[in-house]
Structures are given as structure tokens and as C-alpha cells.
């Protein structure tokens, strides 16, 4: 059974494409955050690693163990600009991580294989 989206894939690149373009309103990165989040359970589903981008969003992702109780053992966690950042390719993991822009902590905290989710030509366009 797949994920029940709560934003339309028409609405998320919408979101994506005016975040790209220079968008910042609260209202257009929410909408792109919890779509791209959205999207990153359904490519790579399961309930090992955690992805949090406060204060938009978070869901679970990635086959392996499942977390049941407290603070989860795989957490991946950055700020809306720099979550969408790496979603869209105008950020690099690799860089975002070492720089501290994203706290991933944990064995399978590793989100390199996955982003970009959205490349400029694939419904969002636009540079940052």
C-alpha cells in the first residue's frame, strides 16, 4: 500500500518551482518541505531513519529496523532552505553535512544515494 499524500504532486512542484525562483514565504516552503518529504518516503520507504525539518515537517524512511519508542537511532535533521536545497540539487549533501547545515547521526543516516529528489528539468525549475 503506498503513502497517502496530503499535497498534490501538481501543488508540490508548484511550491518547488516558485521556492526555486525565490520564493520565502512561510506558506510556499511548508507546502514544498512536506511535499518533498512526501516524496522521499515514497521513493525510498520503510522506518529506519528519521528525517526532521522543523518546523514544516518529518517523516520515516529507508528499509531496516523499525523504531518503536524515543529518540530514534538514524536522524537526519536541517533547517526548510537547506532541506530544499538538497531536494532540488542546489545543495550538496556531502558539503551540507560537513559544514553542519545537516546533523545526520546514526549508521543509516545517509541520504547522498537519494538527492537530489527533483532535478531542475523533472518539474522544477529555476535556480537558486
Known sequence: MGLRRRIAAAEGH???SAWLGGATDRKTTATA????????????????????VPPFGVTQCIEGPRHTRGTPPNVV????????????????WSTAVESGKV???????????LLPLFAPDHGATGSR
Do not use: K, Y
Open 14 to 16: 508548484v511550491a518547488l
Open 33 to 52: 518541505v512536506r511535499f518533498s518529504l512526501e516524496e522521499l518516503a515514497e521513493r525510498a520507504p520503510g522506518n529506519s531513519v528519521e528525517v526532521r
Open 77 to 92: 535533521e536541517c533547517d526548510g532552505a537547506t532541506w530544499l536545497g538538497l531536494v532540488t540539487g542546489a545543495e550538496n
Open 103 to 113: 546533523s545526520a547521526s546514526g549508521l543509516r543516516a545517509e541520504l547522498a544515494e
